[in-house]
């Protein structure tokens, strides 16, 4: 398996024992794949169009959500707990605030999200309830790189999306968090405390690999179902201008035909 390859590429302490710097060297070829996928291309290039920041807001709500819930029910866990900051880094209530901006008050009946998050939130679950120290991985890419590249996605999708105001921004601020460097310093150190065992060490590695190979399916799935919407409208368009123009009453058929063989004679006689 290819994320397995990857994390053990890393496991022979290359890089130094710190857990950081491992996930860090084991995850570098992913990071780069995420980054280059479509959604995050348009990032970079500051082209984020509505449609796509509201798909992403939705997605990671529901991510947020699962990994929030299962945080909270192991924040006494031995590998949880060190690197538990619900007051510092939690996302759920700001995404709250997001999509009501939106979506409107109803916004929860209005949250699609695509295949690929729904099997995100399982896997979430699943090591929430069989080994929890493995949400340190989710937690560490989540959180981290958010809480990295926060301020300065804001300003793009801010400025992308032509808003006068912070209103629907506030995934990306952390207002209890006055300094993120030192914040990640403070996190990275916490989480190298973590004792692990070689085995869970490794598995640690793995599943880092696969946080981010879970958030990469994410991103293509949200734009395939962008593509999908968009090409499903375009094809709207068309049917109704084709309706417009060529009415379905059979008499009105009729006479659209016979103006257009009418036509037809008179421009061949004409070039005549």
Not at 48 to 68: A, F, G, N, R
Not at 93 to 113: A, M, N, T
Not at 210 to 230: C, G, R
Request: hydrophobic fraction near 35%; include cysteine; proline fraction near 4%.
């Amino acid at each position: 398996m290819e994320t397995t390859k990857s994390a053990r590429k890393y496991d022979a302490g290359e890089v130094g024992s710190d857990l950081s710097e491992q996930i860090k060297a084991a995850t570098k070829d992913s990071h780069i794949r995420a980054e280059n996928t479509q959604l995050m291309l348009s990032y970079q290039k500051g082209q984020i169009t509505l449609p796509q920041y509201k798909v992403l807001l939705c997605s990671l709500y529901e991510i947020y959500k699962v990994l929030e819930e299962e945080m909270d029910r192991n924040s006494s866990h031995p590998a949880v707990a060190p690197i538990y900051f619900p007051q510092e880094l939690a996302r759920v209530e700001s995404l709250e605030r997001d999509l009501e901006h939106f979506f409107g008050s109803d916004w929860r009946k209005r949250v699609i999200v695509p295949a690929a998050t729904h099997r995100y939130g399982q896997r979430l679950r699943k090591i929430g309830k069989e080994s929890p120290e493995l949400l340190v991985a989710h937690a560490y890419t989540r959180y981290l790189g958010d809480l990295s590249g926060g301020q300065v996605l804001g300003k793009i999708t801010q400025k992308s999306l032509g808003l006068s105001s912070k209103d629907g921004l506030a995934f990306f601020s952390f207002p209890g968090v006055t300094s993120p460097n030192r914040f990640k310093q403070l996190y990275r150190s916490r989480m190298n405390s973590i004792e692990l065992t070689e085995q869970q060490r490794a598995a640690m590695l793995e599943e880092a690999v696969a946080a981010f190979e879970h958030n990469i399916q994410v991103f293509d799935d949200l734009q395939k179902m962008l593509s999908v919407t968009t090409e499903t409208v375009h094809q709207s368009e068309v049917n109704a201008v084709k309706t417009s123009m060529f009415p379905s009453s059979p008499i009105m058929q009729f006479t659209v035909g016979l103006c257009v063989a009418l036509t037809t004679i008179g421009m061949g006689l004409y070039a005549l």
